[in-house]
Each structure stands twice: as C-alpha cells, then as structure tokens.
C-alpha cells in the first residue's frame, strides 16, 4: 500500500534540533561475497602523546568490507605493520594474498588538528596506486576516515565512493501505548546518530536535496499530514504544502529548486510539482487511480511514479511537461516506491513475489532485466546510494523494524540494528562535499 495512505491519525510534536541521540545503530553483515578483492588496512601509525578517538584504519577496512567488492585482511593476521612505503615488504603480502595494501600514519598540526597521510600500493606489482594527505581536526576524525575510504575505492574500482556520505531514517519507541517518533541523520554507516526532528505522531518521507543540506519530509503534527522543508545547518525549517486532504511523498527535482508531491486538493491523489521559490503549484496527473510517490529521473524532464490506473500498483513515467504516463513495470502484481539511481540507468523498488513476500528489486532499464536483491517478507523504502552501488531500505527481524542494505546486484547484504525501537523510512544521502 502507498505509504500516504497508512497513519493518518495526528496530535501533539516536540520538536528539538541536532539532540544526539544516546542509542546507535550496530552493523551485522549477513551475506559475503565470493571474489571480493583481497585488501590489506594496516592500522595507522600514531606517535602523539595521547589515544586518538578514532582507529582511521579500522573505519577505512570496515567501509571497504560493506562496499561488498572488498575482503580487508584481519589485523592479527597480518606479518607486519608498516606505515610508509619504505618498510613494506611486498613478498610478505603476496604471502598472505593481498592484492592491494593501504598503509598510513596521522601527525599533530596544531591544536586538535592532525595530518593523515595514507598511500596504497599494488602489492603484485610493487608500486604504488596513489597516495594523499588529509587535514582533519579532532571531531572530524571519523569523517576524514570515510573520505579516505572514498579515495582509496575509487583508486582501486574507478567508481567514486559512497562512505562520506549520510542516511536518513524515522525510529519509532514505544512507552505503553504511546508512541514517540523521530527523524535522524547519521553517517552512512549508522553511526553518529542525531535526531532532527521528535514528534509524538508520524514521520514519513525523508527525503535529501540534491546539496544535501535540506531534507523534506511529512509530519502529522497538527494531525494532518503536511510537508516541511527543513535546513540540516541551522535546523529551521519551513511548512511548504498543507493542503486539504493528502499532502505526501515529496520528492526534490535535481537542481533542488521543486519538489514533486502528492496531493489530493483535488479530491483523487494526484501527482504535483511545486516551485519553492514562489509557492508556485502545477499538476502534473490527471487520472481516477491513485498517483503517488513520485521521483525524479536525473534529467529533470519526467517522474518515475506508483499507480494503480492499471487494476495494481506498478510504476509508470510521466513527463514534468505532462501527458501520457508510460508503464515500466509488468513482471508481477506489485511494484511500488521507486527510487532512481544517479546516472538514471536502474530502478529499485518493492516488489511483490509469487509467495506474497514483499522484497527490494532492482531494474535495469535498458535491459530490462529485474532482479530481486533482498530476501525478507516485508522489506520496503528502498534508496540508492549515491553512486549507485548499493541499495538501502527498511526491512524486518525478531518482529523489530531495521534497516538493510545490498548490493545492486544482491550478492552482499547487510543489517543495521537500532538498539532499541523500530526504524523504518530510510534514506540516502547525495554525495557531500569533498
């Protein structure tokens, strides 16, 4: 069922912005890959007077293992730790079968700041991939070791990397029969949580710009559902569609300056594209069927859309420009909650099963070949990560909502578990700046 259509019970909001929260997100890995490429993290040197907070290395090894397409070697295993090139032997590698070896140290620059130096080598070929220096105070640490991860992905893939990246999602805890909801933001891989925004009724819907300093999302607040745009920097944030009726599914246009809704001001859910800068409103569907939950295509030009005009939810493309919407999906009776990859060449979405099971599936557009890429009963939301490599969505375990992630092509999976509480409506951030 199209997510505006569940919950549409409202009351009261507490609101506080950038509240760290005290519960984290822990990452089970539950599907490994065969060929991922053997890699070497040597812990980072450090010779400063006190502990860092951070172990970049151990945060560079664990990005690169959740990519899939790497298998950090195990620290204990390894015969030594150089931290320059100089000290690397390379037979001693070749050993243990490492095809690739990142090395590095960390000095003080000054007051809380500090130089990472980092290179990776190509240990059957004994030279080295390329080598950087990266400046980071103290409270950057961990973001530094994410943009390493990126460097040293790209070098190594010819892909950007998608680590220094963030993930929206709603948690739901529960007191008795109360309910507390909140919006949050952390790293991509879940740690760092804060809550942007607590309300004691629904969250749904977050949704990144496309410069990754304003998320979108529906709130129930005033026991309707509106939509809010909210600044990730200064924490305000403004009411952008409180329509009569159904204000859903906002969706930002790729140059940040519209948003894509559902709204049913009309009396039928409709798809609708509103211009921030003036308030401006046009309606992009005309139909008796349910319209919902529209995305962008990278062009600007159309949006990939659900809607049961054919007897079922399938999604179907539709210009912004307007006119006849084109179906896409026809494998199946259920195929919703599209999200659309950066270079625009796949879709994932959910998709129902010949047993019934709603799992994340991944289209190739060109192809047109689906593949079904996670293996719940109940997963849902998907959302591409920036680059396209993998796929982030909510799914269930222990009667617990969690988040999940897999492989665009479902070979490597894995798990991130709230301590406490459902979590649910995730999504991925565009790249950050570098």
Do not use: C
């Amino acid at each position: 069922m199209p997510r505006i259509l569940r919950d549409l019970i409202v009351a009261l909001a507490l609101w506080g912005f950038g509240t760290a929260a005290q519960a984290a997100l822990t990452i089970e890995i539950s599907e490994g890959v065969e060929g991922a490429l053997p890699i070497a993290v040597v812990p980072f040197g450090w010779a400063g007077p006190q502990a860092l907070p951070e172990d970049i290395g151990a945060i560079v090894a664990a990005d690169l293992q959740r990519s899939g397409r790497f298998a950090p070697l195990a620290p204990a295993d390894m015969l030594s730790r150089p931290t320059q090139a100089a000290q690397v032997n390379y037979r001693d590698w070749r050993l243990l079968g490492v095809d690739n070896l990142v090395i590095g140290h960390i000095e003080p620059a000054g007051a809380d700041q500090y130089t990472i130096q980092f290179q990776v080598l190509d240990v059957l070929r004994g030279r080295q991939v390329t080598a950087y220096s990266v400046p980071a105070s103290r409270t950057q640490l961990r973001r530094a070791a994410h943009y390493i991860a990126d460097l040293v992905y790209e070098a190594l893939t010819g892909e950007r990397g998608a680590f220094n990246t963030r993930i929206a999602y709603v948690t739901v805890k529960r007191a008795g029969d109360a309910k507390q909801y909140e919006l949050q933001v952390a790293d991509s891989d879940g740690y760092g949580p804060q809550t942007i925004v607590r309300s004691k009724e629904p969250i749904m819907s977050p949704t990144w710009s496309p410069d990754a300093q304003r998320i979108a999302y529906v709130s129930f607040e005033k026991r309707r559902a509106e939509i809010y745009v909210q600044d990730m920097r200064t924490g305000t944030r403004s009411q952008v569609a409180a329509f009569a009726g159904i204000n859903g599914a906002p969706a930002w246009s790729p140059d940040g300056s519209r948003l894509a809704l559902t709204l049913s001001r009309d009396g039928n859910p409709e798809l609708y594209v509103l211009r921030l800068a003036d308030g401006n409103l046009r309606r992009i569907t005309q139909s008796p069927a349910i319209d919902t939950e529209p995305v962008w295509m990278p062009d600007g030009n159309s949006l990939v859309f659900t809607s049961d005009r054919g007897g079922g939810p399938q999604l179907y493309q539709v210009a912004v420009s307007g006119g006849a919407p084109k179906r896409l999906t026809f494998e199946g009776n259920y195929n919703a909650s599209a999200d659309v990859s950066a270079d625009g060449q796949r879709l994932t979405f959910v998709h129902r099963d010949t047993g019934g099971r709603f799992r994340v599936a991944v289209l190739d557009l060109n192809r047109r070949l689906l593949q079904v890429i996670s293996e719940g009963s109940l997963d849902e939301s998907p959302s591409f990560a920036p680059n396209g490599r993998m796929v982030l969505y909510a799914s269930e375990s222990g009667n617990r909502g969690v988040l999940a992630a897999s492989s665009v092509d479902g070979r490597f999976g894995q798990r991130l578990r709230f301590q406490e509480g459902d979590v649910r409506e995730p999504a991925w951030s565009p790249f950050l700046p570098r």
